[in-house]
Structures are given as structure tokens and as C-alpha cells.
């Protein structure tokens, strides 16, 4: 799949302007006395999402893309968003329905902004040059409503079945990293599906990270996705090259939107050392240690039932 956003939210991206993205209702801009002598300045995050984007500016892109009515056709109501600029470093923006709580938590990403530096084993213009990215550190969408079951198997990490808007999510990241005049957009998968899925469009910074991640697709990929990301959580898949589990790499995959920086991550001399080194990994699937602890699994959610 190129490397591309999607025309829709390109088109509208394009027309929303810096004065409506950065608005500000009456109540943020309202500032009292008390707040004038009670805010520590130093702890403060910064009044505007990722220093541009104001609350109202953030509800009013997110009705153009159309996501409110996107979630609202899923029957959730009473939708409402929250923004937490509280942390220097990190902002947060969650969206939920009928309630704020844990249970009617709908979106939720935590952003930042980072440099990373170019390091490749291969000879290239950009060693050692940095450039500054958008981050993704945490990215939750899921469906309270729902329940998991045989077409919606739980994967690590999920509390609730997904949501089915990460291709929409990730769109209107790489929108947002793009007014930001960033780089690229970063994203760390935890597990193997989340890397899977954004194998379409991400690749590993880390063109050794790359080469292994595509070795394991070409060794496995007889086996579905649900079954592989436990197995490796499980550490039912051997590494034949260490003779070991394998064990996840969590590391940086990038969407480049630098010129100079596609011109590395998609270049030849990238593809050519992954193509090579992917040849030196090997794995296997250990299916009697899988079925082992699946039945444990089973065992434990039986348990926690009764």
C-alpha cells in the first residue's frame, strides 16, 4: 500500500483554517483571579494541544472529518471530548460517550513531539541528522458495546473489542502531522497485531527491526493473526537463528513525510539491506506449547467467570 493520505481528509485537512483550529470558546478563555496566583506556570503543559490546537479548534476538525457522525451512527450518544494538556511533554485526547469513565471510553491517544536520529548501516546523506516527529505513545479504540467472541477474538491488550477506525485514526494523524510541519508520525507497537496492521503504511526506523519483522511474516503466515500475536506473547514461537523464543522487538515505525526522509525509509539501499537481512532469520511455531496455554487461558477467564 503507497504511502499516501487519504484524498477525503486531505481535501477537508486543507480547508480548515489556523484561526478555526486554534479558536477558543468563552469558557477557555475565561481566567480568574485565583488562577492567576494558583498556577504553577512551570507545570504547566500549554493551553493548546501539541502548542496548536485549541479544545474547540480539536471538536471542530473532528466534527468536519466527520468522526462524530461516524460514532454516532455506531449508536453512541452524548458523545463528549476531553482534552489534558497538564503534561509538558505529553498531551492527551480522549472521547468518550454518555459518561467520562473508563467504561464509555471510546478514542484515546496521548501525542508528543520527539527528535529522532537518522542512524543506518548502510552509507546515506542523512547519518546522524535529526529530525523532529509526532509520536504516538498511546493509541486506544475500542467498543464498550460489544463483546469478544469468535469473530472478534480478545488480542493482548484489549479491555474491548477494537472500534474499526484505526485506518481513519492514523489518516488524520498523518493530517496532523502534517500542519505541524513535522517530519513523520511515529507509532511503537507492543504487540505483533498492532504492528501488523500498521505494516501497511509504518516501517521499522530500524531496518533490522524491519528485515525480522518480515521474516516472521513470510515464515508464519499460514497462521492467523489472533493465534500469532498469543503465541508470541506466550513465547510459542522459536527464533531458529538464536535457537530461542522469540522474544517482541517493541520498537519505531514511522510514516515519513520529510522528503529527505521518504527518500531513506523508501529507498533502495533500505530496501536492498532488509531484503538481505531478512535471509538470517528463520522461526517456527510451537503449536503444542500454544495449545498448552490456551487451554490455561481458557482455564483462567472460566475461573475469573465463575
Not at 509538558?88 to 536520529?117: G, P, Q
Not at 522474544?247 to 539501499?269: A, C, F, H, T, Y
Amino acid at each position: 500500500m503507497a504511502l499516501r493520505i487519504f484524498n477525503k481528509y486531505w481535501w477537508i485537512a486543507k480547508r480548515l483554517r489556523t484561526n478555526q483550529l486554534q479558536r477558543k470558546t468563552s469558557e477557555e478563555l475565561s481566567f480568574s483571579e485565583s488562577d492567576l496566583f494558583n498556577t504553577d506556570i512551570r507545570q504547566r503543559g500549554g493551553d493548546y494541544f501539541l502548542g496548536y490546537y485549541s479544545t474547540d479548534g480539536i471538536n471542530l476538525a473532528l466534527k468536519k472529518y466527520g468522526v462524530f457522525s461516524l460514532l454516532e451512527k455506531r449508536d453512541f450518544k452524548n458523545i463528549s471530548t476531553k482534552v489534558d494538556t497538564s503534561d509538558i511533554y505529553k498531551h492527551k485526547l480522549s472521547i468518550y460517550y454518555e459518561r467520562r469513565d473508563a467504561d464509555h471510553l471510546l478514542i484515546e491517544v496521548v501525542l508528543r513531539k520527539e527528535f529522532i536520529t537518522i542512524n543506518m548501516p548502510f552509507d546515506n546523506e542523512l547519518q546522524n541528522k535529526k529530525f523532529e516527529v509526532l509520536t504516538i505513545d498511546w493509541l486506544c479504540m475500542q467498543n464498550p458495546q460489544i463483546k469478544f467472541d469468535s469473530k472478534r477474538p480478545q488480542l493482548p491488550g484489549q479491555k474491548f473489542p477494537g472500534l474499526g477506525f484505526s485506518r481513519v485514526a492514523v489518516e488524520l494523524l498523518m493530517n496532523m502531522n502534517w500542519r505541524l510541519n513535522l517530519a513523520g508520525l511515529i507509532n511503537t507497537p507492543e504487540h505483533y497485531h498492532n504492528a501488523k496492521f500498521y505494516s501497511k503504511i509504518f516501517r521499522y526506523v530500524n531496518p533490522d527491526t524491519q528485515a525480522k519483522f518480515l521474516a516472521l511474516l513470510r515464515d508464519l503466515k499460514h497462521i492467523s493473526i489472533d493465534k500469532l500475536t498469543w503465541a508470541i506473547e506466550w513465547g510459542c514461537v522459536n527464533d531458529k537463528t538464536s535457537n530461542q523464543p522469540f522474544v517482541w522487538i517493541v520498537d519505531k515505525q514511522i510514516v515519513p513525510m520529510d522528503v529527505r526522509l521518504k527518500k531513506i525509509i523508501q529507498g533502495n539501499e533500505y530496501s536492498k539491506y532488509v531484503n538481505k537481512q531478512k535471509k538470517t532469520y528463520s522461526f517456527e511455531f510451537n503449536e503444542e506449547l500454544y495449545e498448552q496455554n490456551k487451554r490455561k487461558k481458557a482455564q483462567k477467564e472460566m475461573e475469573n467467570i465463575i
